[in-house]
């Protein structure tokens, strides 16, 4: 736990735990409103974003790609909701037509230009590439103090940080809204609050994490961070601030557990390289939601077990 | 234009025509087998399915090459693929029913979770030697690049199965998609014909993950038979059009693919599928938005016509533009407003069978009949020439407009 593990594991673990508690928190709410695909769309769009993005500025530049992508999920939204309406189809599937729709005609722009000279490619905005993510010019616990080092922390940490920071600020601003419209929106509409503005901002808000922790962890397994850890936190607790936290806590024990065992695991098994560190994140939160499914207090469904549920 | 038209007649080579005879059949049975998840609101599940089949494809592979195989048998590998494909279904159908979770987050769960062990299984193959050149990659977003004949016989194969299974078990899968209380009433085992609907899907992604890949066959299952809902209001009608509408665009994204340079097949066939899709949205002839503009179109020019007619009758100024705009294309009004020779007999018949019906209600207590009032219904569509007779003649005597006598 020396220079190494400064230089080599601080930032990726750093990150990965920023992006797992970023898209846990909006992944609460949208679990409990029945909207946890909505994830799953716009993280699919993520990929046309870029590549559109990539094509206006002609450069491999971070700030222009996640706006990029920002706009995608919001066109993708909207679309979304314009063919709910204009074709009124169920919600499912009009998620399903237009993300893969999307999707389709970023690997088709992806292809069509000449990206072969930048790094951009379909696999690594699919999977990420957290390890890649080393403070190179650290020298051990005491660079933290050090200005020159800090200073080329990569620039990913302080983005991921910062987005983690709004989106809790965001959260405990909207607090009160959040909890009534989630759980009786017209109670909430007969209060004043405006609900359907707040649902749209929840969605935006999910789009900016799932953003900002593409480039880390990649576009599909921000899935996994979006819904595995606030699942398992609801089969803990009836009560939604109790919730809140249990999902911080297993996105945290995901990021950090997945990142040791994909960079550790196989050196303990004799292997040589490391393993995919944003794909065993994954795995590691599917884990603790599989535990919580046999094991979690409050696991039932409302009626299938009152002795439980009481208990 | 020319080497497209080479492609959609299978001149364009070899591997060009198995591609494309390939695609037109996954295409038939991923939109037939599709349309019953969607008409189930399940359409996502295929979602989960084929990210789900990603471990499958790595473990296959790990363990052919333990075996001292070579790894990149492409049945070996869709078997593997199937493998994990049913238990992520399984989990889905766990989650969903041993906790109070809904299904949407089991789907995103399962996907989630089974695409990061398939990229980290990705990664442990890429630390093997056998591995390197191992081009499972392919399987994320397809690859028709140096296809063999052999895999055009598998997906030839497996796409008329799936067709066929669809073919036996249309009645069932199409009961339990609208109605599943009826038919578990019917004796039918719902949950196990929800399962063969799920692993009908899975089959048809199995078999187009070396095409289209494990991300854009879901296209493939959804957006057919979205797209033929528009078409008909039958529900048998919808699977075989679903799979007319997959059938084409898979076979004619294959050819549009092959005719061009840097045109990847799984795409520009998720594109062919998504445009059938926009212009069905818009043109469809009783569920498009066209048409239900037009409809919405005409049922306010009958509002405004009969409001416009009506005030004419009791001589009331109209002051909505387009009452005066309709009325005067008609020339029932004149410029100003004021009512012409032929406006005034229009108002007055208007009014009187105002009056008609006014009567009808006090005759008639069958409200089967009176119950069609709706200001718009022509009442001659509603009561007979001498029920209307009657009417009048409990009104008296026709009244002149205009003299208040």
């Given at each position: 736990m020396g220079t190494d593990f400064v230089q080599f594991s601080l930032t990726p673990i750093l990150i990965g735990t920023f992006a797992a508690i970023a898209c846990a928190l909006p992944g609460n709410f949208l679990i409990l409103r029945r909207q946890a695909l909505i994830g799953d769309a716009i993280s699919h769009v993520v990929l046309p974003g870029i590549v559109v993005a990539f094509l206006v500025t002609g450069a491999v530049a971070a700030i222009p790609m996640l706006i990029g992508a920002a706009g995608a999920a919001i066109v993708a939204v909207i679309l979304i909701e314009t063919v709910k309406r204009l074709g009124r189809i169920e919600p499912g599937a009009a998620m399903g037509v237009v993300f893969t729709t999307l999707f389709a005609a970023g690997v088709l722009l992806l292809e069509q230009t000449d990206t072969s000279s930048v790094h951009l490619d379909v696999e690594h905005a699919l999977m990420?590439?957290?390890?890649?993510?080393?403070?190179?010019?650290?020298?051990?616990?005491d660079s933290l103090l050090d200005p020159a080092a800090l200073a080329t922390l990569p620039p990913e940490l302080g983005r991921m940080a910062a987005v983690c920071a709004l989106i809790v600020g965001l959260m405990l601003v909207f607090w009160r809204w959040l909890k009534i419209a989630t759980f009786d929106e017209g109670f909430a509409q007969a209060l004043g609050i405006p609900a359907a503005g707040l649902g749209f901002g929840l969605v935006i808000t999910a789009a900016v994490a799932a953003v900002a922790a593409f480039d880390a962890v990649g576009s599909i397994i921000v899935i996994a961070m979006f819904i595995c850890p606030p699942a398992a936190a609801r089969l803990m607790t009836n009560r939604l601030a109790a919730q809140v936290w249990w999902s911080v806590a297993f996105a945290t024990v995901s990021a950090v557990l997945g990142y040791v065992l994909a960079g550790y695991g196989p050196l303990w098994f004799g292997g040589q390289n490391a393993l995919s560190a944003a794909g065993m994140i994954a795995a590691v939160s599917g884990v603790i939601l599989g535990l919580a499914v046999l094991f979690g207090p409050h696991r039932a469904r409302v009626g299938a077990g009152r002795a439980d549920a009481s208990g | 234009m020319s080497p497209f038209l080479d492609a959609l007649l299978l001149q364009a080579g070899y591997n060009a025509a198995l591609v494309g005879i390939g695609a037109g059949l996954l295409g038939f049975a991923a939109g037939s087998s599709g349309t019953f998840l969607f008409l189930r609101k399940r359409a996502l599940v295929s979602d989960a399915v084929a990210h789900a089949t990603l471990p499958g494809v790595g473990l296959a592979f790990i363990v052919m090459v333990a075996l001292g195989g070579d790894g990149r048998s492409l049945a070996g590998l869709l078997i593997g693929s199937a493998v994990t494909a049913w238990i992520g279904l399984m989990l889905i159908e766990w989650i969903t029913r041993r906790t109070r979770l809904a299904e949407d987050a089991a789907i995103g769960a399962v996907l989630g979770v089974f695409f990061g062990l398939g990229i980290v299984l990705l990664t442990v193959i890429q630390t093997m030697s056998a591995g390197r050149q191992a081009g499972l990659e392919g399987f994320l977003l397809g690859s028709t690049a140096g296809m063999l004949f052999e895999d055009a016989i598998i997906i030839a194969v497996g796409g008329s199965v799936a067709v066929f299974a669809t073919w036996l078990l249309r009645r069932p899968m199409t009961l339990v998609a609208f109605d599943p209380d009826y038919a578990a009433a019917l004796g039918y085992d719902v949950r196990r014909i929800d399962l063969m609907m799920m692993g009908l899907a899975m089959a048809v992604t199995v078999i187009g993950l070396k095409l289209v890949g494990l991300i854009l066959i879901v296209a493939m299952l959804i957006i057919p038979s979205v797209t033929a809902r528009f078409w008909t209001e039958r529900a048998h009608h919808v699977v075989w059009i679903a799979g007319g509408i997959g059938g084409v665009s898979g076979y004619v994204g294959a050819a549009i693919s092959a005719s061009a340079?840097?045109?990847?097949t799984g795409p520009v066939i998720v594109l062919v599928a998504a445009g059938a899709f926009a212009i069905s949205l818009l043109f469809a002839p009783v569920r498009g938005v066209v048409a239900s503009l037009l409809r919405h179109r005409r049922f306010q020019v009958r509002v405004h016509r009969r409001q416009g007619l009506l005030a004419l009758a009791h001589q009331h100024p109209i002051r909505e533009p387009f009452t005066l705009r309709l009325l005067a294309r008609e020339g029932l009004v004149r410029a100003d407003g004021v009512a012409t020779q032929a406006g005034r007999a229009q108002a007055a018949k208007v009014s009187r069978d105002e009056r008609r019906w006014a009567i009808a209600r006090e005759i008639h207590q069958d409200a089967g009949l009176t119950g069609r009032y709706d200001g718009l219904t022509p009442i001659e569509e509603v009561f007979t020439a001498d029920e209307i007779g009657e009417f009048d003649r409990r009104l008296g005597a026709p009244v002149g407009l205009g003299g208040g006598s």
């Open positions: 990420g590439n957290l390890e890649s993510l080393i403070w190179f010019r650290a020298t051990g616990w | 340079p840097s045109m990847p």
